[in-house]
């Protein structure tokens, strides 16, 4: 070999070292690359025997050993895995086309995806890529259900907006149409297409767009989540329609301005009714005496559509029927035996309800049953001006009576009117019947005095003309104011209660006034009646047993709410061994009521009332010396008002009469509650004493005889 063989032997050499270091560092890489992937890479002969393989942790179904010169038949999870795979690899060496598929395989509890690519890299062999999927899949699986639930959504909510049975406006923020349900265009008569031309208070009676427009800037201003309002729309053919709007805001997440979402019932059948109802309780208000009750319960079977209205007045334990209104005509009845009767329910829980099966509950009841036949009953109960439940105003029905609160309602308003009216002929009666009686007294006494001389002649006959123009303005005072009183405070209740329709603050806050004025009245009234009945020695009292801490605690009750308006402290000290007391525990409620609001209304802002109650002997009292009489107790009143002069204090106790005229116009009064308080106490065999300094406040105390024996029935006593 010559010298230039030899180096060209060598240089070969040299580039064969070279050439195979450079495929091993290619090598290198490839494999580090390989290695660095999340997929599994294997390279396959023509009939899926591994040349070359690439573990992944991921691809589960080919586990991460080595299988070089094994087959795929030996490896794969299952047959139908392989038979997929060969034919793949087959494809790929025939077409020369990249070949993409899925597997699925379960390993241990759980399915697994995978992506599996292949392309030929030579004649006979390939290159697998095997990627594992499941995570993808599932997220393309879970945003397919997310897709399909919304449009599913989507389609339940413009259903429930086309076939909603209640009417849907969508505006704008400037007041257009949006979008209407076919309910909502029912109402207005427009159609939708031509609404979303239009703005809703081009369709808002004019006397409504204001209000409207105010609660709407509310609730765009976020003063208000939502509003409601009764309004007026005029419909597309000139009608007026009132509904009920109900509407909200939808924020819009891209920022652009909200949009307003209303709610609306048709309630033009409701205000027909409530102006029907308003013309039948002012007509029934304008009916007095013999022709109310049958009135009122015509007017009652109107309109609640009912067959039978009973009117019954509670005495002892039976109900004498005031009025029976039976289909279309008032009918006589008997009185009932209130036991086992849907009415004693009634007066006993102030309304009773029963829907259906009346003849079931009270078989026992025969008339309410079987003469006339009904099945559902609903009534409430009659109140006087105490509060006592003196009878019940129920309708009656063979079919069964619906909506509650509406009938509820209406009853209450009409019980209320058929309470002051039983009220108003009692004190009619009673004065007739006093009436009567002064006249007798009269004669007797002008009989016995004939043969008095001329002048005792001329002032028994004046005295009889005094005590006849007294009872007739008594009379006569009782009838004319009462009436007319009566109906004011019916219909002020009912206009409360919202039986008209709904009332704004300012309107609730004025008939608040008329109320408890024409209250006021109506307790001015009884006094001066209680005057006339202690004058004339009809006042009785009902003795019985009464706690003392009970009856100082539920007076106090009363003056409470009066003085906290004032910020009027209230204090008590009452001992907790007192015990009982014999006396009429309303009647005295009442003389305790009437000093303790007199201490309130005397007394200025900030200032104190008190109210305690002590045992002394009965030697250091007053009281008459009977029936060895050992103790008396003693209740103080005291505040700290205006106080009283000495030469007034007598005046106190004259009936119409206060001290100071310019006290009169201050402060609100008659003079005639102190006049009751010390008949009450004088009855009772007790006194009433009264001490006080101008500027520094008085102490009215009423002493009684201490009787702690308890009564087995009411003693009725009265003035002789």
């Known amino acids: 070999m010559d010298m230039g063989q030899g180096q060209a032997t060598q240089q070969y050499q040299t580039d064969l070292n070279f050439m195979s270091t450079t495929l091993q560092s290619l090598e290198n890489k490839h494999k580090a690359l390989i290695s660095a992937l999340p997929d599994l890479v294997a390279r396959l002969s023509g009939d899926g025997i591994y040349l070359d393989f690439s573990p992944s942790s991921e691809c589960l179904s080919f586990g991460n050993y080595n299988l070089v010169g094994k087959s795929i038949y030996d490896t794969s999870i299952n047959q139908e895995i392989a038979d997929q795979s060969i034919y793949h690899i087959q494809q790929a060496l025939q ?34 890529i095997v990627r594992d999927i499941t995570e993808r899949k599932q997220t393309e699986i879970a945003l397919q259900k997310s897709k399909e639930r919304l449009r599913s959504s989507e389609y339940l909510l413009n259903a429930m907006f086309m076939e909603s049975a209640v009417a849907i406006a969508i505006t704008d923020i400037n007041g257009k149409f949006v979008r209407t349900n076919p309910c909502y265009q029912k109402i207005v008569g427009y159609s939708e297409q031509e609404l979303q031309h239009l ?18 800037d509310l609730v765009l201003n976020n003063q208000r989540e939502s509003y409601q309002m009764e309004k007026r729309f005029v419909r597309r053919d000139g009608q007026l329609v009132w509904v009920k709007a109900t509407s909200s805001k939808i924020e819009q997440h891209n920022g652009e301005p909200p949009f307003f979402i209303g709610v609306l019932e048709d309630i033009s059948e409701r205000k027909q009714a409530e102006e029907s109802l308003q013309s039948l309780v002012e007509g029934a208000a ?33 109900l004498q029927i005031l009025a029976a209104w039976i289909d279309g005509q008032m009918q006589p009845m008997q009185p009932l035996a209130i036991a086992n009767t849907p009415c004693a329910m009634t007066i006993r829980n102030g309304s009773f309800h029963c829907c259906d099966l009346v003849n079931e509950n009270f078989a026992e009841h025969l008339l309410l049953v079987q003469q006339l036949g009904v099945t559902s009953y609903f009534g409430v109960a009659i109140n006087n001006n105490k509060g006592e439940r003196i009878g019940s105003l129920c309708v009656l029905d063979d079919k069964p009576i619906r909506d509650y609160d509406r009938v509820v309602a209406i ?46 002649t001329i ?28 109906a004011i405070l019916g219909i002020s209740e009912g206009l409360l209660s919202n039986v008209f329709g709904e009332l704004n603050e300012r309107q609730k806050r004025s008939l608040s006034l008329v109320e408890s004025s024409g209250k006021h009245l109506l307790e001015l009234i009884n006094d001066i009646l209680d005057v006339a009945k202690i004058e004339s020695g009809k006042f009785e009292l009902l003795i019985d047993s009464v706690a003392i801490a009970n009856l100082c605690n539920s007076s106090l009750a009363f003056v409470k709410q009066l003085a906290n308006q004032k910020q009027i402290r209230l204090e008590t000290l009452i001992p907790n061994d007192l015990g009982k007391i014999s006396i009429d525990e309303r009647r005295m409620r009442q003389s305790l009521i009437n000093l303790l609001s007199n201490a309130v209304k005397f007394t200025p802002k900030g200032g104190k009332v008190s109210l305690s109650v002590k045992v002394v002997p009965a030697s250091d009292t007053n009281l008459l010396q009977k029936n060895n009489l050992a103790e008396a107790v ?45 008949e009450i106490v004088e009855m009772h065999g007790g006194y009433v004493h009264v001490a006080s300094q101008i500027g520094q406040g008085s102490c009215f105390s009423i002493i009684l005889p201490y009787v702690q024996h308890k009564v087995d029935a009411c003693l009725r006593q009265g003035m002789s």
Request: glycine share 4%; hydrophobic share 40%.
């Open 199 to 216: 703005r809703f208070t081009d369709i808002t009676l004019n006397d409504d767009i204001s209000e409207n427009l105010r609660l709407r």
């Open 634 to 678: 003693v209740f103080d009143i005291s505040d700290t008002g205006i106080g009283i002069t000495t030469e007034n204090i007598n005046k106190l106790f004259q009936a119409f009469t206060q001290i100071d005229s310019s006290l009169s116009r201050q402060y609100a009064g008659t003079g005639l509650g102190l006049k009751i308080v010390k």
């Open 95 to 128: 077409t020369g086309e990249l070949q993409i598929y899925e597997q699925t395989v379960k390993i241990g509890d759980r399915l697994h995806t995978e992506e599996v690519r292949i392309i030929a890299s030579d004649e006979l062999e390939v290159l697998m």
């Open 286 to 318: 304008a009916k007095t005496g013999e022709n109310f009750l049958p009135a009122l319960s015509e007017y009652v079977s109107r309109v609640l559509n009912v067959r039978c209205v009973l009117v019954n007045k509670l005495i002892e334990d039976q």
């Open 411 to 456: 009853l209450r308003v009409f019980a209320a009117r058929v309470g002051a009216e039983i009220e108003r002929q009692e004190a009619i009666d009673a004065l007739y019947k006093l009436n009567q009686e002064l006249e007798t007294r009269v004669a007797e006494r002008t009989q016995a005095l004939q043969t008095a001389n001329h002048q005792l």
């Open 459 to 486: 002032a028994n006959a004046e005295l009889a003309r005094a005590t006849k123009l007294k009872d007739e303005f008594l009379a006569n005072m009782s009838h004319e104011l009462r009436t007319p009183l009566n």
